[in-house]
């Protein structure tokens, strides 16, 4: 069993950057692929980054390529989502998802471990 917790979300104006983490605890985070989704008021969640379980394979969806960048320190059992040139329409809540399979999916159901969400709003 892992527990997950996001933090580092807030409100940031068009342009800033947040750096959010998601930190594990009850087992290691290390032997789990881990991804990100947001979920903006009112539509599904969906996929915004992901990281293999050694960190040397990401995957990002198109609308934050060159703006996002996710990481992972195996030794603090933490991923990392650093959001650069953050838009109006990054707003959405933020999960970090824990995955026992291939690294990169892209779907919901493929991740074992979810946290509660952090809440990430960019003002114009």
């Known amino acids: 069993q892992v527990q997950l917790e996001e933090s580092g979300g807030g409100l940031v104006q068009a342009g800033g950057s947040l750096r959010l983490s998601c930190a594990a605890s009850?087992?290691?985070?290390?032997?789990?692929?881990v991804g990100w989704f947001r979920q903006a008021p009112g539509k599904e969640r969906v996929f915004v980054a992901a990281?293999?379980?050694?960190?040397?394979?990401?995957y990002y969806t198109d609308s934050v390529k060159g703006r996002f960048t996710i990481s992972r320190d195996n030794a603090k059992n933490t991923v990392y989502l650093q959001m650069n040139s953050l838009k109006p329409e990054d707003t959405a809540v933020y999960y970090c998802?824990?995955?026992?399979?291939?690294?990169?999916?892209?779907?919901?159901?493929?991740?074992?471990?979810w946290g509660q969400g952090t809440q990430v709003t960019v003002s114009s």
């Open positions: 998802a824990a995955d026992s399979g291939p690294p990169g999916s892209r779907r919901t159901y493929h991740y074992d471990y």
């Open positions: 009850g087992r290691t985070l290390s032997i789990y692929a």
């Open positions: 990281i293999s379980s050694n960190g040397r394979m990401t």
